[in-house]
């Protein structure tokens, strides 16, 4: 068999995974994963891996194959990525999302950064690796999930509740969001390794009060009570809290040693890395949605509204006790969907291993964590006690609004970018 090479493939499987419509709206009403779980299986069987495609419900469908390493006495390193995209209107978008279109240097469409290249990175070297017979030290299992985009339930929750037997030996594990490049400066550029992750609570509150006509005195109005409980929430000023990930992240790039009295001064002073940084000082809470009544003269009995909250490793508690006392008594709430804050040590040999990799291929990185203001499937692995980092490496143009790539509008990934991510993810696996 000729040895593959995964600098040129990487970027034909990237536009393939992205030509694979596998939006995911949340409702289980789109096309689910069955078709680019197919294409991703084929592409590992094509160099002799074998893997399980496992549905979750119709069309739901994740891929899972575990490489054997040469080092059976090694705990194994789990490689994951969802299948799954957002939706878009293409309308607006310069180039169609689904087309995998290669312009001005990029390969554009949904799913191009979050997280179609990664998966495109991750076939690429095993493919490449097996054709040319280079086991790794350490049992690699791969799985790329569905419904991540809506949660996980039925991707990674659904495979770790339901098929944790799968898992079994693995310690450690890479997924996305993670080893990204940011250039402070012409010879140095920062790569951000996600250590660590906000928890989530997704929750809707409702208001209960009389029913009535709109045109005489109500005292017990659902809609003010509501308006003003949320009100209160969204203006609510969180305070700072210094976790280790956010501490390690100023002191390893910029060498200061962070302070709550500093913080925002501090993160004033990070340009585009503002947005990002920003979100991991304090915990949040947004109101998002808001629905009550029918009828313009009718005082409708109940309220209800949906927020956004991310609390952060560690004071998940806190926030809790925060948002009751800003509701008040008159304003119940209940999960749409909750999940946990993740946060892991920066040290050890996995994190020698990909700094290692990232140095020698870009001699201007400064390796360092940050914690991520969103979520990914790592939270459902870490209740089998894996410890997981963020690791899609990308040296990206210094002028890309990376962060705005993510979920939205023109998302596209640099083809250099992508060559870069397989020689870095090939040296990964050798020193890991």
């Known amino acids: 068999m000729t040895p593959l090479?995964?600098?040129d493939e990487v970027v034909e499987l990237c536009q393939d995974l992205i030509r694979l419509d596998s939006t995911n709206a949340g409702d289980n009403a789109g096309p689910?994963?069955?078709?680019?779980?197919e294409y991703v299986a084929e592409q590992l069987s094509a160099v002799g891996l074998e893997s399980r495609i496992l549905e979750s419900d119709d069309r739901r469908a994740s891929v899972v194959a575990r490489i054997e390493g040469t080092d059976p006495g090694r705990d194994a390193l789990l490689l994951h990525g969802h299948l799954d995209v957002v939706p878009f209107h293409a309308p607006d978008w310069a180039h169609h999302p689904l087309?995998?279109?290669i312009a001005d240097g990029c390969v554009w469409g949904r799913g191009a950064v979050d997280m179609k290249d990664m998966d495109a990175m991750i076939l690429a070297v095993v493919r490449q690796r097996l054709s040319q017979g280079r086991r790794p030290q350490r049992d690699l299992l791969l799985v790329f999930t569905a419904d991540e985009e809506a949660g996980g339930h039925y991707g990674a929750q659904w495979l770790a509740e339901q098929h944790s037997e799968l898992f079994e030996g693995v310690t450690e594990a890479i997924g996305e969001v993670g080893g990204f490049s940011i250039s402070v400066s012409e010879t140095q550029r920062l790569y951000l390794i996600e250590a660590a992750e906000k928890g989530i609570a997704w929750m809707k509150l409702t208001a209960a009060g009389r029913a009535g006509h709109g045109s005489m005195l109500n005292s017990d109005n659902a809609v003010t009570e509501l308006a003003e409980a949320i009100g209160r929430l969204g203006r609510y000023q969180w305070p700072v809290r210094l976790t280790p990930t956010v501490v390690a992240f100023f002191r390893e790039a910029f060498d200061i040693d962070l302070r709550s009295e500093d913080a925002e001064e501090a993160v004033a002073k990070l340009g585009p890395l503002a947005r990002m940084i920003g979100a991991t000082l304090r915990n949040t809470a947004n109101p998002t949605m808001f629905d009550a009544g029918y009828k313009a003269n009718v005082i409708p009995q109940t309220a209800t509204?949906?927020?956004?909250?991310?609390?952060?490793?560690?004071y998940e508690e806190e926030f809790f006790q925060t948002v009751d006392e800003l509701l008040g008594p008159n304003v119940t709430r209940e999960f749409v969907y909750h999940d946990v804050a993740v946060e892991a040590a920066f040290e050890g040999s996995l994190v020698a291993a990909m700094t290692r990799a990232l140095t020698e291929e870009d001699p201007g990185a400064r390796v360092v964590p940050y914690t991520l203001s969103g979520g990914t499937d790592l939270k459902a692995f870490s209740r089998l006690g894996i410890r997981g980092y963020?690791?899609?490496?990308?040296?990206?143009?210094?002028?890309?609004?990376f962060a705005g790539m993510f979920h939205g509008v023109d998302e596209r990934v640099p083809v250099d970018s992508?060559?870069?991510?397989?020689?870095?993810l090939d040296r990964f696996l050798d020193y890991c």
């Open 99 to 101: 087309s995998g279109e």
């Open 5 to 7: 090479s995964a600098e």
């Open 390 to 401: 963020g690791f899609a490496p990308l040296n990206l143009p210094p002028d890309l609004d």
């Open 305 to 314: 509204a949906h927020v956004d909250g991310r609390f952060l490793p560690g």
């Open 418 to 424: 992508l060559r870069f991510g397989v020689r870095v």
């Open 32 to 37: 689910g994963e069955r078709t680019i779980a």
